[in-house]
T-cell receptor
Framework: DQQVKQNSPSLSVQEGRISILNCDYTNSMFDYFLWYKKYPAEGPTFLIS?????DKNEDGRFTVFLNKSAKHLSLHIVPSQPGDSAVYFC????????FGTGTRLQVFP | GAVVSQHPSRVICKSGTSVKIECRSLDFQATTMFWYRQFPKKSLMLMATSNEGSKATYEQGVEKDKFLINHASLTLSTLTVTSAHPEDSSFYICSARDGSGLAGGWGEQFFGPGTRLTVL
């Protein structure tokens, strides 16, 4: 049972535009959500997180939105840059981290 | 930021041998370390959670006797894949949680760069 889902395996966005990556979860006990960026053959790098008591957290070009009633979170990257091209994992935690399957973002010039 | 290292980064071994992977937190004390396995085009799957000085907690379906985990100090955890077989070939990633930094009551994990294991 996949408790954290990223339904889009890939996303292609033009440089300068907004990238929106989506994530859905099923477990209402999750109280903390994180986004990670991963390059091939490397470990994930933490990007941004949000607590379940908030609905928005912003850090530079990255903003995470949480909609608890819909059990949905999204990561917005504005403006997108070619260096943002990577696989993005969302993760949710209660007592341990559960990862989504990832979305490969490609930012083209 | 916090740094976690893994060694080796890549290992190739013959079937039936054992392989040890080290995970170190370089600039913080990791009260808890996690071991993940990533299959191609799939998510990171948690294998086990290890707390310093105690036995690891394994996820359902992970063989304790095959994947031996030791967390002997606050900066080092090891994963030993015993009697490795080709199906054990995978990308293994460790992470460490800084017990002093709690955000949202849980804290962030810092990941190592991963170890690519290939069993021939």
């Amino acid at each position: 049972d996949q408790q954290v889902k990223q339904n889009s395996p890939s996303l292609s966005v033009q440089e300068g535009r907004i990238s929106i990556l989506n994530c859905d979860y099923t477990n209402s006990m999750f109280d903390y959500f994180l986004w990670y960026k991963k390059y091939p053959a490397e470990g994930p790098t933490f990007l941004i997180s949000i607590s379940s008591i908030k609905d928005k957290n912003e850090d530079g070009r990255f903003t995470v939105f949480l909609n608890k009633s819909a059990k949905h979170l999204s990561l917005h990257i504005v403006p997108s840059q070619p260096g943002d091209s990577a696989v993005y994992f969302c993760a949710a935690s209660a007592d341990k981290l559960i990862f989504g399957t990832g979305t490969r973002l490609q930012v083209f010039p | 930021g916090a740094v976690v290292s893994q060694h080796p980064s890549r290992v190739i071994c013959k079937s039936g041998t054992s392989v040890k992977i080290e995970c170190r937190s370089l600039d913080f004390q990791a009260t808890t370390m996690f071991w993940y396995r990533q299959f191609p085009k799939k998510s990171l799957m948690l294998m086990a959670t290890s707390n310093e000085g105690s036995k690891a907690t394994y996820e359902q379906g992970v063989e304790k006797d095959k994947f031996l985990i030791n967390h002997a100090s606050l900066t080092l955890s090891t994963l030993t894949v015993t009697s490795a077989h080709p199906e054990d070939s995978s990308f293994y990633i460790c992470s460490a949680r800084d017990g002093s930094g709690l955000a949202g009551g849980w804290g962030e994990q810092f990941f190592g760069p991963g170890t690519r294991l290939t069993v021939l």
